[in-house]
């Protein structure tokens, strides 16, 4: 069963990505007096789409904002739609495609889901996996960091990581799994047929569960005196060798 949670999108060129999207929106609010440049765009688009517009003063937008840069612009929609684990598997199928999946193992700064889900988006990733605990949900914050990538990326929300690594396994995927400690390299693995990349927490790395139920375990060079990179840079440069090995 999909679960719901409640939100808002905030931010000019999200509230736009979002109404490109197709996806439900209950109403946008809109500072007073702000009709001009991309203000008059979103008006234009909510009234082709019959989407009520509400105009309010400045100071009820910024108690109404969840983030610090509405920037005179907030569209409340419907509760985020999680699929489920089957439907990425599935939009892999519709694409005829190897599975391309990302699981996210603890990744709790929103800000960082949100730079994750919008290379994910543009590197052609079939869905991302989180956990329901321990682990950013998608809110405002992170829809407006994807840059309305999540309108686009399925994103399954489950109880149990390790269950679901085993499910993926059973549907033939080859699961690797992150980590400093690793012995060989991000690029010395092949990953043309059907993969899932683990990235764990931006503190602690991937669970120890996760990290044995891992078919491969890969890392990311370092040279300098730091010895981790940011989840959502290392995702990147992960996700983005996949991409260089199947063009």
């Avoid at 100071?59 to 419907?78: C, E, F, R, W, Y």
């Amino acid at each position: 069963m999909k679960e719901e949670y409640s939100d808002q999108v905030e931010g000019r060129n999200s509230v736009i990505e979002l109404l490109e999207s197709g996806r439900d929106i209950n109403k946008i609010f809109i500072s007073e007096g702000e009709r001009h440049g991309s203000i008059s765009k979103i008006i234009a688009m909510a009234k082709e789409r019959k989407i009520i517009i509400n105009e309010i003063n400045k100071s009820k937008l910024n108690q109404m904002a969840q983030t610090d840069n509405h920037q005179g612009v907030i569209a409340i929609v419907p509760p985020f739609n999680y699929c489920e684990v089957e439907d990425i598997l599935k939009e892999a199928q519709s694409r005829k495609e190897p599975s391309f999946i990302l699981i996210l193992d603890g990744i709790e700064d929103p800000h960082n889901l949100g730079s994750i889900i919008r290379t994910a988006e543009t590197a052609g990733v079939h869905g991302i996996i989180i956990p329901k605990r321990r682990s950013a949900s998608v809110n405002a914050t992170v829809s407006k960091v994807s840059a309305g990538a999540v309108e686009y990326m399925k994103i399954a929300r489950v109880n149990n990581i390790n269950e679901t690594m085993q499910y993926l396994k059973d549907n033939g995927i080859w699961i690797y799994g992150t980590d400093m400690e690793a012995n060989k390299q991000y690029t010395e693995e092949d990953y043309k047929g059907p993969v899932a990349i683990v990235i764990g927490s931006e503190g602690y790395g991937m669970n120890r569960l996760v990290k044995e139920n891992c078919d491969f375990l890969i890392k990311i060079p370092m040279k300098g005196k730091i010895t981790s990179l940011n989840a959502s840079v290392s995702a990147g440069i992960v996700m983005y060798e996949v991409v260089k090995q199947r063009e």
